[in-house]
């Protein structure tokens, strides 16, 4: 479903000079996983994903999504897939509403105005949904943006620290509607930086540390690599390496 | 038509998240209401000064008493000139007369009215030549030429900052990114921005020259409304394609836009050979318009293909 082979990619800044934010990495996705993208911040999980979402051209490798190849047929590819950045991206003047149906207008929904309000109903997102964005606390936001993401039914999804900023309460909301939607056929890959967060998500994980895997399975079988029984510590031992 | 639809619908947004702005509405709507308080003092002032008309005399008709107690009768005031026409033409006087020909300025009414005076005075059934008001774009002249292209030079950079907010703002909040996944050519990011911002300026320009035509003569209407639009598109192209690199922050793209926009209109003001033809050059020069337009045009394009290949 996503295959990443030998995916590489470079940046130059003027204090770094050019250096590999991605280097050599190689990922499989099944249909119906939902698979823990883990790594300290910098470790390269959001231009992984912002190359899968076709939002920056790797410089080497191959990506697939869905059998279609991402460099020649990115339109093709976006078809299938969904991407959920860090950053929540809704006009602040426009409601979730506006935003859920906008989207579904241009994704060729059928019915879009019923397919956004399903959707924010499936979400718990109904009651605010005639809000302004910019009156949404992060977890409402959160709601919104996975209701936008979904109008195409996407068989891939792409979620970038989906918990970020969110309090105990939204985190626990965020990572159940997670598992929620990784039910079924398609292919999740939700990426942090916290290791107990993927845990009650993921089926498997795959640790980053400065561009490269260093590790990947289930989280059993990542802990026992390490030799460590505490997930803090594993984490720390792959990424300090 | 999945394109064209999307092109639509993201023009739609921006334009209802724009109406949605007070600063983006304010700044907008500042230039037709200076030109309606304007228009409304100058109703007011036109008034005030209807009711006492000034009469410019040559100096035999001011040495005839009676008619000049004709005139002190109905409160009009008068003076002794004998430049009559030029009197009328500088806004000295509303009428003149030397008792065979009456410039006039002022209304029809007044006109009856002195003319029965002249009539009165020679005793005798007579014509009055009276002439036409005199042409007024003589004396507002400078001021008709400069204001519509000041006004368009304005809402020309009104348009490059809304070109470069529009995309650096959706770029820094990550609005962009989430269009850019869309199943849609790149491109139309940009134009559907290109054409909110288009609407959304050009409705302005042109309610500012509706107002303003009812103020003053506005010679060749099309012609400026031509030039005036193609300034306006030119500016939002260059807003957009100065923000349009992935690294361009709002105040470095404004910079290099505002830089450009005042750059190209200050180069068509100092040489203006160089550019009758040229949008925002060709503000304020005579000439049709249409290759100035079809100008901007080409330079949207140019814009809007560079949004598509750097915005994301």
């Known amino acids: 479903m996503i295959v990443l082979q030998d995916l590489v990619k470079r940046f130059a800044d003027r204090t770094r000079g050019s250096f590999l934010a991605v280097n050599h990495l190689s990922i499989h996705v099944q249909p119906g996983e939902i698979y823990g993208l883990l790594g300290p911040n910098g470790a390269g999980k959001t231009t992984t994903l912002r190359i899968l979402a076709t939002l920056l051209e790797p410089d080497e490798g191959t990506v697939t999504i869905s059998g279609v190849d991402r460099v020649a047929s990115p339109l093709e590819v976006r078809r299938h897939m969904a991407y959920v950045a860090a950053e929540a991206g809704l006009p602040e003047r426009l409601t979730g509403r506006e935003v859920v149906e906008l989207f579904a207008q241009i994704q060729g929904a059928d019915r879009p105005r019923e397919r956004a309000a399903a959707l924010l109903d499936e979400l718990g997102a109904t009651a605010y949904a005639d809000t302004p964005c910019g009156s949404l606390s992060t977890g409402m936001k959160r709601r919104v943006v996975l209701a936008r993401a979904l109008v195409h039914e996407p068989t891939v999804l792409l979620l970038d620290e989906p918990t970020d900023g969110l309090d105990v309460q939204g985190r626990r909301e965020v990572m159940e509607l997670v598992r929620r939607l990784g039910k079924g056929e398609r292919a999740v890959i939700v990426s942090s930086h916290i290791m107990s967060e993927v845990q009650q998500m993921a089926d498997r994980i795959g640790v980053m540390a400065r561009g490269e895997l260093v590790a990947e399975g289930t989280i059993e079988q990542v802990m026992r690599s390490t030799g460590h029984t505490n997930l803090d510590d594993a984490f720390l031992a792959l990424t300090n390496r | 038509m999945s394109v064209l639809r999307a092109w639509w619908w993201l023009s739609v947004a921006l334009l209802k998240r724009s109406a949605r702005d007070g600063m983006v509405v304010r700044s907008l709507a500042t230039p037709p209401i200076i030109v309606f308080g304007a228009f409304g003092l100058t109703l007011l002032l036109s008034a005030t000064r209807a009711v006492h008309p000034a009469v410019a005399l040559s100096p035999e008709l001011a040495a005839d008493t009676e008619f000049v107690a004709q005139i002190e009768g109905v409160e009009w005031s008068w003076f002794v000139s004998k430049e009559l026409e030029r009197a009328v033409r500088e806004s000295d006087a509303t009428f003149a007369t030397d008792g065979h020909t009456l410039w006039s300025a002022g209304t029809d009414e007044g006109e009856l009215k002195l003319e029965g005076f ?29 204001l519509p292209p000041g006004i368009a030079l304005l809402y020309a950079l009104y348009a490059t900052v809304f070109g470069v907010g529009m995309l650096t703002r959706d770029r820094e909040d990550g609005t962009l990114d989430a269009e850019h996944t869309l199943a849609i050519p790149t491109w139309v990011h940009g134009a559907a921005r290109w054409t909110a911002g288009a609407i959304g300026v050009l409705a302005w320009v042109v309610l500012s020259l509706f107002v303003f035509s009812t103020l003053f003569t506005l010679r060749a209407p099309l012609a400026a409304v031509l030039h005036e639009s193609a300034a306006v598109l030119t500016g939002l192209a260059v807003g957009l394609a100065a923000a349009s690199p992935a690294r361009a922050t709002f105040s470095s793209a404004l910079a290099v836009a505002l830089t450009a926009a005042s750059g190209l209109f200050i180069l068509g003001a100092a040489v203006p050979a160089l550019g009758p033809w040229v949008p925002l050059l060709s503000l304020g020069q005579q000439s049709g318009g249409v290759t100035a337009f079809l100008g901007a045009l080409l330079l949207s394009v140019g814009a809007v293909a560079l949004t598509g290949r750097a915005s994301a």
């Open chain 2, 118 to 146: 002249l009539r009165a005075r020679q005793a005798e059934p007579t014509w009055t030549l009276v002439m036409p008001p005199p042409d007024r774009v003589s004396r507002t002249r400078g001021l008709e030429q400069a």
